[in-house]
């Protein structure tokens, strides 16, 4: 897990610690010291920690006059044992909405597993941003699945045709307008 980095090739257009709005900004990162683990695995030091012992963020590219955000995820979502959502909700998600964020989409590849327990948050989530989304891209299919059986994906747009999208090939703003776009096309078929 050491050898997996957040995606890096957006830094000319966003980082999230140069970010004043950020909730991760002004924080250091070392590229030679491995202090932060998931279980026993270490990660990589660019991944941010937030509150959860084995979910990891980077906030890739936050763009607050269209009001989106691009979030990808390491580790295991595990609400049941450390409340991840709680820690992502309070220590993240809230800052990023206070500053007009109301659209995300989360990179999910790296999520290993989903363990369920209330959707509180997720529900919170969703009345705070009012008109705005939320969408996971690339999850593998048993988290998919793990979301589906607990009713988040209620919450998040899972699967389908957001699981196709090669992210990577975008920049931040075309891959807003593609998934704004796919959202679009869904509610007015």
Known sequence: MHTLEPFYSWRH???ASEDELSPFFNCTYSEFEFSNAIYNHFIHPQWDFMGSSTLYVKILYSNYSIGFSVIELLGEWNDTLHNDIMCFKRDVLDVLISNGITKFILIGENVLNFHSAEDDYYREWVDDIED???VGINFREHVIQEFCSSNIDYYIALGGLFDEIPWRNYNPIK?????DSMLQ????P
């Open 13 to 15: 257009h966003y980082i």
């Open 132 to 134: 705005g989304w939320i």
């Open 175 to 179: 891959l807003f307008e593609k998934i």
């Open 185 to 188: 096309k869904r509610l007015n």
